[in-house]
């Protein structure tokens, strides 16, 4: 998914259709935060994947398949959720600032 078709989707009342509502009324700052927020759970979830052991604690303890079920698909889901939740925020503040 391109950077501005999230926002696209969800303006339209598509995937994270919720999530926009819930943003485009507040204030520019506000977003701004969020979008901080966004980019910090980013690199932890970056994180989890490359160190799991360092970020997850028992994480040697589990089963193998649900370690490779955190790796390869849990944390990869996440980082795509929030980083489609960050465009839709930076949509918003590109179409109030063009």
């Known amino acids: 998914m ?18 926009y509502q819930l943003y485009v009324r ?10 901080r927020s966004l980019e910090r759970r980013l690199r932890e979830h970056r994180q989890k ?18 370690q490779r079920a955190l790796i390869e698909n849990k944390w ?3 980082i795509k959720r929030l980083q489609e939740q960050k465009d839709i925020l930076e949509g918003i503040l590109q179409e109030r600032n063009p």
Request: charge should be positive; proline fraction near 6%.
């Open 2 to 19: 391109s950077k501005g078709e999230a926002y696209e989707i969800a303006k339209a009342g598509g995937r994270h259709g919720a999530f």
């Open 26 to 35: 507040r204030s520019s700052e506000e977003i701004r935060r969020g979008i």
């Open 49 to 66: 994947i490359h160190e799991p052991e360092r970020n997850v604690s028992g994480f040697a303890r589990l089963d193998p398949r649900q």
């Open 76 to 78: 990869p889901a996440d």
